[in-house]
């Protein structure tokens, strides 16, 4: 029986024991509904070569090793992954529109016993309410926003935030991004709708009576886009400024970005790309330093050349008001600590005067 819900908040408390997306494991890696596992009917290959048969050949002959295809597939995930779920197990079944993929796969699951339903539309009626949720309407949320230069630490005093009991949106967790040119981890982002998703669900564990900190972003992390309805509430949200000397703060970058620091090719590969934005000679000094591996100085060239300026500009066409600017101190665990309580204050100060 198709289960229809009207709102994100209505999917995400489904309420069921396990959500199966039986989609090609390239349609899950793109997105999927959060918490659910991947039992694909149809691998990539198959799904290709099926669509490919539909289109080229005949519509029967693709349902006809489709249906063998699926019920195989279905029969051996029952077999392996699913064997040990007892009778009163209530999956709750999708795939991309809620028809024969998923339809099969819960009709099987019923056969057998287990109490499966369907989410109707499947992953598209859930993309449409993320979507609804992120682009059509108002947050219902009071951001404030942690300021400052690169290499201020915001990111880790986010973290300590939370820790004190603060409501905190880490966006560069989220993107897996640490939201600069140089920003980027081991691991790749999440594709725009992944990231959405774990957005939206974020969001939606958050109380709006009480104030969000935010780390000041611009309007990607990474190559993610932050939705509108949150980039709106971004830009006017009022700003704790944190603010630490030149040195402090370049130890600190040398030390959270040694990963990036220590790939001579890909760095070189990454500050290349300004080429056409910083003079050829401040990009060759800094390939100078490169092949001197030497990674505090190049460190300071690039806040020097690169970062403050760039963040000097995005103050200029920030109206935002500032309602504290908080000193880092030399950005030793004590000014981190105590940084961190400041903002914790201030949070609870707003929410106070907002009573």
């Known amino acids: ?81 699913l064997s040990h779920h007892d009778g009163g197990w209530r999956p709750l079944v999708y795939c991309w529109r809620g028809g024969q993929r998923s339809g099969s796969f819960s009709w099987m699951l019923s ?36 300021d400052g230069y690169t290499g201020s630490a915001k990111t880790e005093l986010l973290q300590r935030v939370r820790a004190l009991g603060g409501q905190v949106l880490d966006l560069e967790g989220l993107a897996n991004h640490r939201g600069s040119l140089l920003g980027g981890t081991a691991q790749p982002q999440p594709s725009q709708k992944a990231f959405e998703s774990a957005l939206a669900q974020a969001l939606l564990q ?14 990607k992390v990474g190559e993610r886009i932050i939705p509108p309805s949150l980039w709106r509430a971004m830009k006017q949200a009022p700003r704790i400024l944190v603010q630490a000397p030149v040195g402090a703060r370049c130890r600190y970058l040398t030390q959270a970005y040694d990963d990036i620091l220590s790939d001579s090719e890909k760095l070189r590969e990454k500050l290349g790309y300004l080429r056409g934005h910083r003079a050829n000679a401040v990009i060759d000094h800094w390939f100078d330093l490169i092949s001197a591996g030497n990674k505090p100085a ?17 103050q200029r066409v920030n109206g935002a008001d500032t309602v504290a600017e908080l000193d880092l101190g030399q950005m030793c665990e004590s000014d981190l600590d105590r940084v961190a309580q400041q903002t914790w204050d201030l949070l609870q100060q707003s929410m106070d005067s907002a009573v």
């Open 206 to 219: 958050m109380d709006p009576a009480c104030p969000v900190l935010v780390e000041a972003e611009s309007s």
């Open 111 to 146: 056969q057998i016993g287990w109490r499966a339903a369907l989410v109707e539309g499947g992953y598209q009626s859930y993309r449409r309410l993320v979507y609804g949720y992120l682009y059509e309407q108002t947050l219902p949320f009071r951001l404030i926003a942690l």
């Open 298 to 314: 190049l460190t300071l060239a690039l806040m020097q050349d690169h970062y403050d300026p760039a963040y000097l500009k995005s």
């Open 1 to 81: 029986m198709p289960n229809r819900y009207e709102t994100l908040q209505d999917i995400l408390a489904h309420g069921y024991d396990t959500v199966i997306d039986v989609r090609s494991p390239a349609e899950f890696a793109e997105d999927h509904i959060p918490g659910a596992i991947n039992l694909p009917v149809l691998s990539n290959e198959e799904r290709a070569e099926v669509g490919t048969i539909y289109v080229q050949d005949s519509p029967f002959k693709a349902r006809k090793l489709g249906a063998a295809l699926v019920f195989r597939n279905a029969a051996n995930s029952i077999e392996h992954s």
